[in-house]
């Protein structure tokens, strides 16, 4: 009887990863999805010369992660290939103006923006901003944003993740399917959600008020 | 001796879907995969309507499906939020018009496109089609066109599946995934080929020439 115990823990043992996933398919705390359409967060120099010095952008409305709001303000994207009008602005102002685009927007725009994390800005794509007031050339800003999840750290503990690692989240649906390296995004003064954009969500069927689980690689 | 093989029988015969999915997912006969834009397949009728009685499409390039091809000739397309301008032709002329949109432009047009497969236009949507001789008011044959793979009844059976069965896709690189209801179209005069359209091919960071292997579900 011994026997057969151990050479039920050493297969056990062997193909706990591929049961663990499975399991974590079916059960989990679930997280909210939030969907992302191009936006542009702006330094006060570029508010100043898009749209007057000093200016002060208005609050639409506000959003999942604490003290970020939709303002009413929309600019347009520039560049060598095409333009896109209407890009809504997220406040508050930042240090560093940031354009995320979708990757069609790209190929409209004929710029090369890196799959990127807010904030990794280094050698990104540049494009000109075009407000009521005047334009402003980016030389860099440009991306396109990388799917995350934005989550307390005490929640990443509960999560079983940690900062920066990248989990699979899955979608049911006439649509469904996966999408791999979406990354744990864990610090202070976070809510809770995941942030696919507008081409992740059509393409896998995504409508608001979808919920996910984390799957871990 | 015996009652470990017999464990063993059990346990593999247990695990064996999960096994084989893994297996799958690692090798099998690659398949390339087509992107597709938005596009409009018309009547003779329409073409006479748009272009000028009895006008001729005029071929731009083969596409993978034999006698299949691009036109020259766009057209504009119309919903009762808005347009999309320059959206390609397919010939040849078929019996019943029909347009292929992204989910964004079912949105942006302010209609409802189901997903089907194309010819599925049974109560599908309307739009109206804009060409430089007049428009067409159709009243339904716009669909968002649901992801799909062609090949030979022959190829299916090596491949193992059958005319309408869903298989699962997995794209691997920094915006990897999987895109499951991939459906198998096995009829004469295909050409081996996955479809999906810009939005699917964005979301998961595909690009042209691009191959992928059939995971069955």
Chains 1, 2 share one sequence.
Request: with cysteine; aromatic share 4%; hydrophobic share 35%.
């Amino acid at each position: 009887m011994e026997n057969y115990e151990e050479l039920l823990g050493v297969l056990l043992e062997k193909l706990a990863p591929t049961l663990q996933n499975q399991e974590v398919k079916q059960e989990g705390e679930e997280i909210p999805v939030g969907i992302s359409n191009r936006h542009a967060h702006l330094s006060q120099t570029a508010v100043d010369k898009l749209f007057g010095a000093g200016y002060q952008l208005t609050k639409l409305k506000d959003l999942s992660q604490p003290g970020q709001y939709a303002c009413k303000e929309t600019i347009i994207i520039a560049g060598p290939k095409g333009v896109i009008e209407k890009v809504r602005i997220l406040g508050p102002v930042r240090k560093q103006s940031q354009v995320e685009i979708l990757q069609s927007d790209s190929f409209k725009l004929g710029i090369k923006a890196p799959l990127r994390l807010s904030g990794d800005l280094s050698g990104s794509a540049g494009a000109t901003l075009i407000g009521p007031n005047g334009s402003v050339e980016l030389k860099e800003g440009v991306i396109v944003a990388k799917r995350h999840i934005h989550m307390l750290p005490e929640q990443a503990k509960r999560f079983g993740v940690t900062d920066g690692e990248e989990v699979t989240i899955n979608f049911a649906g006439p649509r469904g399917g996966s999408l791999n390296q979406v990354v744990i995004r864990a610090v202070e003064n976070s809510g809770l959600e995941c942030h696919i954009d507008t081409e992740e969500a059509n393409a896998l069927g995504v409508t608001p008020n979808t919920n996910i689980v984390i799957q871990k690689n």
